[in-house]
């Protein structure tokens, strides 16, 4: 009890890394309207922020393998802070100083992203490393704080502008900032551990050539596109089925998505040590399957909006459930292994809202056919998972 008190101040440095890490990628979407009017940017390039964020967030992913160990996981998440920060406060400065605001707006997304990358690859073996008994309740307990901040930054940002105007974005984004900027004396003064000790962690030749990371990464693609295709498409979705307007679209979709994705990661963290995690999954992958079905099937539009919602409780216990079974199974994975897991959740989270797109587009504007082959993913996943279990029991060591 004593260890997990001194490490109480790493959980909450963690904690406000997933928070800002959810700023990040949620924060710049409800402002795409505001740049078009205010810089007369058009959609068209509007559509290139997200790709580059999260272009650059699978840059340095596929990066920290090279250097996360050498420079120090303290230096690197101290770091991914302070470019964080950098990158809200020049959001707001860039566009309004630069004679191409577009080039501001990029600018800023970029160094943010940056940051975003170095939490999505270090916050996670950082927790890891800390001697708790139940890590993967508190792998899921962690995660579940990106699905707060996301639920926290839509409707901060949408009482903010209710109260105050959308034109006092630029204040609002320096509040933002304000996250990132606290955490980085957080991060530089809690104990941290090695998550594998010198020389201990496989030679990535090595961990390349093994069949369980390939079978985890997998795993960790499925789980990034059964969670993307959904709540990229949230809002869209809740438009479309209900009539609604925007605004109640971004709160009753991707809102209650990442709702109920919290409280999915929150109720297993605090419920671990009496579940069977493999197992959970499977049940969890089964729920997101009914719930994709549910979407894209019903007939009713409450009834698809209530398997938009309850998709998020489904796809909750993927990510952090991969990555802890990536833990159990290969615990000399080192940094390498975190990364690119972490590579693959994005690859997936990128490629899926891309898929459904381009189905719903080819079939003539129809998101639920887009959805509906979405259900795929969390199939692949179950399938994954089943032969996981009869393949690979035994740990790597």
């Not at 303290?74 to 577009?102: D, H, K, T, Y």
């Not at 080039?103 to 939490?119: C, E, H, K, R, T």
């Not at 709702?259 to 997101?288: E, F, H, P």
């Not at 003539?364 to 996943?381: D, E, M, Q, R, S």
Request: hydrophobic share 55%.
């Amino acid at each position: 009890m004593a260890e997990n008190r001194k490490y109480r101040k790493t959980l909450a440095a963690c904690y406000l890394g997933f928070i800002t890490q959810a700023i990040a990628a949620n924060f710049a979407p409800l402002l795409f309207l505001t740049f078009q009017n205010t810089y007369g940017i058009s959609l068209e390039k509007i559509a290139l922020i997200p790709v580059v964020f999260y272009l650059t967030q699978l840059l340095i992913d596929l990066g920290v393998t090279k250097f996360a160990d050498k420079i120090g996981y303290r230096i690197c998440v101290v770091a991914s802070q302070i470019v964080s920060a950098v990158g809200l406060m020049l959001l707001a400065v860039l566009p309004e100083i630069l004679p191409v605001p577009f080039l501001g707006i990029l600018i800023a997304v970029v160094l943010y992203a940056i940051g975003s990358g170095l939490v999505e690859v270090l916050v996670s073996p950082i927790v890891e490393a800390c001697p708790f008994a139940n890590k993967d309740g508190m792998m899921s307990l962690l995660h579940s704080f990106y699905c707060w901040g996301a639920v926290g930054v839509i409707l901060g940002s949408s009482l903010f502008f209710a109260v105050f105007g959308t034109e006092n974005w630029r204040i609002l984004t320096l509040i933002w900032a304000l996250v990132p900027l606290v955490n980085v004396f957080l991060f530089i003064s809690c104990p941290m551990e090695r998550l594998v000790e010198e020389g201990e962690s496989l030679p990535l030749r090595k961990l390349l050539r093994l069949p369980l990371l390939w079978m985890m990464i997998l795993l960790m693609i499925c789980a990034g596109a059964s969670e993307a295709a959904m709540a990229q498409w949230a809002s869209a979705f809740t438009e479309s089925a209900l009539g609604v307007s925007k605004t109640v679209g971004d709160l009753a979709g991707p809102c209650l998505f990442a709702l109920s994705m919290g409280i999915s990661r929150m109720l297993y963290g605090k419920m671990s040590a009496k579940l069977n995690l493999t197992k959970t999954m499977l049940l969890c992958g089964l729920l997101c399957v009914a719930c994709y079905l549910l979407a894209s099937l019903s007939p009713l539009p409450i009834l698809g909006l209530a398997g938009c919602a309850l998709c998020g409780f489904g796809v909750g216990i993927m990510w952090p459930g991969t990555i802890s079974l990536s833990s159990q199974r290969c615990p000399k994975g080192g940094t390498a292994m975190f990364a690119f897991l972490a590579l693959a959740g994005d690859f997936g989270g990128t490629v899926s809202p891309a898929v459904v797109g381009n189905i719903s587009e080819l079939a003539g504007g129809n998101l639920k056919i887009g959805l509906l082959v979405a259900t795929a993913f969390p199939l692949i996943l179950i399938l994954g998972l089943i032969v996981l279990n009869r393949k690979f029991n035994k740990l790597t060591r």
